[in-house]
Every structure is written in C-alpha cells, then in structure tokens.
Nanobody, 121 residues
C-alpha cells in the first residue's frame, strides 16, 4: 500500500515561484515518481517524472526550463520547484508513483489527493 500527500500549493502572481512537496508512505523503493496536473474542463496531463535513482528526469515541453523535479529517498519525499509561473500553469497538481524504475508519461498506479495552484495574471 502506498499513500501520497501533496502540499505547497496556493496563490501566486505571474512570474512567481512555488515549491510543491509530496510525502510518501509505504513502498516507493525502486519506483519512478511523477507530477501531473489537471485544469477545469481539461484532461490530466503529465508534467514531470524522475527515476528511482534521481539520475533521469523527464519534463513536458510546456514546463521544461521552468520546473525542476527532485526527490529525497531517505525522507521519502518528492518535490516540484516551479519558477516563472504563468496563468496556463493554474491547475490541481498530483503526485504519483510509476509502475517503472525510469520516468514515463504514463503507467502510474498510486496518486495523491492533489494540491491547487492558482496563478494570477
């Protein structure tokens, strides 16, 4: 059993920054982790992923160069640093565990409850 709890969302102005955190319990050893987001009326989309080792990362084109995913396996934490935010980044952000060791845009099996990020323009 795996439980994931996101935190760090909130209101931020265009051009500002936020850092999201994902606290995990249960089995995460050997698994890649990822962040997804979903805006109202739109499908959930992949944002970023990171391998178990932390050596490999994968980003959506829309956030590449602005967002950074990282993890601390000793603390069972995953982070998403978001810089240069704009209105298109407004969404509920979800942390998820992958079915694989390396990051992918799909194949995730456990999900957190989500945290709201709102960027004012």
């Amino acid at each position: 059993q795996v439980q994931l709890v996101e935190s760090g969302g909130g209101l931020v102005q265009t051009g500002g920054s936020l850092r999201l955190s994902c606290a995990a319990s249960g089995r995460t050893f050997g698994y890649a982790m990822g962040w997804f987001r979903q805006a109202p009326g739109k499908e959930r989309e992949f944002v970023a992923g990171i391998s178990w080792s932390g050596y490999s990362t994968l980003y959506a084109d829309s956030v590449k160069g602005r967002f950074t995913i990282s993890r601390d396996n000793a603390q069972k934490m995953v982070y998403l640093q978001m810089d240069s935010l704009n209105a298109e980044d407004t969404a509920v952000y979800y942390c998820a565990r992958a079915r694989t060791e390396v990051p992918d845009t799909g194949a995730y099996d456990f999900w957190g409850q989500g945290t709201q990020v709102t960027v004012s323009s």
